[in-house]
Structure formats: C-alpha cells, structure tokens
C-alpha cells in the first residue's frame, strides 16, 4: 500500500468522527510517527509502497482514534513550546492556550535573570521545562499530588536535560517549600465547572484525568486562592508575580479577590479574544 493510498484511507475514515482539518492533521502526525519521515517526505514519497508492519501500524492507530482515544496519549507525546513533552492518560495534555501563558511570562520577563519560580500542579512539567530552558538562569520548582504526573515530568526534564526541581505537594495545603519566596508562582490548575462536563469531548471525558479538569460549581476558585494565600503568607517575595491560566466563566470573581492582596491584577485575553489569563503582583 502507497503512503498516499494509506493517508487517503485513513482520513476517510476519521473525518465523519473528526471532520477534514483534523483527520488530515491526526493522519500526518500518526504517518510521520510511524515512518519517522518528514512531512516534506512523506509528500516527495507519497507514491512509495510502506511495508505491512507500518500499513498495519497506522491502521491500529486509526482504530484507536475511532475509539475516542486522544492521539497524544496514542503516540506517548505533545509538541509544546518546539519540545517533545511526553504524556499519559496521568497527566493533561498540555493545551495551546497554556503555550500562550508560557509566552507570557517569556516576555513579561524578558528583562530579568536569577528568578526562583514555583509551577503549582505542573501534570506532565511542560510548563516548568519550557520556563526553565527559556527564563535566563531561573531555578523551577514544580509541584504536584500525583507521584504518576511527576513520574511523568521528571521524564521530561531528564529527557531534555533541563534542570527543574519536583516535589510532592498538594496546592490546596500549602505551608513551605525549600526555596521560597520565589518571584513567580505560575499555574494552570483544575478549573472547568463540573456544569461543563456536557460540552466536552469524549476523547477528553475518557481518557483525561478528571482530577487534573474539574472543580465544582459550588467551590471553583479553590485552587488559585490557596495559592494566592500561600503567596500571600510568605510564599512569594514582595512585588512577585503570579501567573494563573483560567476559566473565562469566572476569571472575573477571581480578578476581584485577588485585588484584597494583590496590585495591578490583569485579565489578559487568549487568542480566540477570551479572558482566560491573570497576571498579580503580590503588594509590597
């Protein structure tokens, strides 16, 4: 069977799922992953005849995403930020939008050097990688209550040899950390209402880790006013800053609460011109 033979088949058969866009962007990522060809490859050989064990490769794969199953967690990776961030159904797979906190906090603090920063429920550590190896001489500190999503992100820094502290810690009790005060505390913690459920995918409903998606409607702030507490209470330096990805449906109360602490608290808006991203500065 010829590369183009096989990628004609398996769009067809993902697009009544997935429509077009996305059958012909799952199919390239699947074809480059099994054939560990370029996308320029696979288009120069596209009337090339693949071996049995690839054509039977891509087609289990096709079956899989048919199955609801995300791509990512089928291929072991994400790209983020031009890294290679491996995931599993342990960790979240690490968003677009939360590439755009990254390229935040990149430019906000573009200037400075020697920062200590706390990444709060860092899941697969893509976050925490990608400030360490783009903040000048930073030391990251990343924090989670799951030993599998730090398993996880230890990986990840081993891999692409990038030096980040992990710690065991829960977000919503914490009393110290080695290291603190630290200039940012950044993070993209559980923050989509238990009410939103209905809206989400399949693949996103079975697969992902709910505990890293859901808060309840009754209590959905919960994780960033710990942190901002803790940050409060001594856990950032005076005029630090937090960084926090969030639920447009409630970055409103949350940019109210945190004004009782916090100077110059605001909502940036994402690239589809939602509020979706809070920058704080912890009053001095």
């Known amino acids: 069977m010829t590369v183009r033979d096989l990628r004609r088949a398996a769009v067809a058969a993902l697009i009544p799922l997935y429509g077009r866009g996305e059958a012909e962007w799952m199919t390239r990522l699947t074809l480059e992953s099994v054939t560990g060809w370029s996308r320029v490859d696979l288009l120069v050989d596209a009337d090339k005849e693949l071996g049995e064990v690839r054509v039977e490769a891509v087609k289990n794969i096709v079956a899989r995403l048919l199955k609801h199953e995300p791509l990512q967690y089928i291929l072991g990776y994400e790209d983020f930020m031009g890294l290679k961030i491996k995931v599993s159904p342990s960790v979240l797979i690490p968003r677009p939008e939360t590439q755009e906190l990254v390229n935040i906090i990149i430019d906000r603090e573009a200037k400075a050097s020697d ?170």
């Open 115 to 284: 920062l200590s920063v706390l990444d709060a429920g860092t899941g697969s550590g893509a976050i925490a990688v990608a400030l360490s190896r783009n903040l000048r001489f930073a030391r990251v500190m990343a924090i989670d209550n799951s030993d599998a999503a730090l398993e996880v992100a230890r990986s990840n820094a081993e891999r692409l040899r990038t030096p980040v502290t992990f710690v065991n810690a829960d977000m919503l009790s914490l009393a110290s950390l080695p290291g603190e005060p630290f200039d940012i505390i950044v993070s993209n913690p559980p923050y989509v209402l238990d009410s939103e459920r209905a809206e989400m995918s399949a693949n996103v409903l079975g697969h992902e880790p709910s505990v890293a998606l859901f808060v309840p409607d009754s209590d959905p702030l919960r994780f960033y006013l710990a942190l901002a507490r803790y940050a409060a209470a001594g856990g950032l330096k005076p005029d630090g800053r937090l960084y926090f990805e969030c639920n447009p449906l409630t970055i409103g109360v949350l940019s109210s609460q945190l004004e009782d602490d916090f100077d110059e608290v605001e909502a940036i808006r994402d690239s589809f011109g939602r509020k979706r991203f809070i920058i704080a500065s912890l009053r001095s």
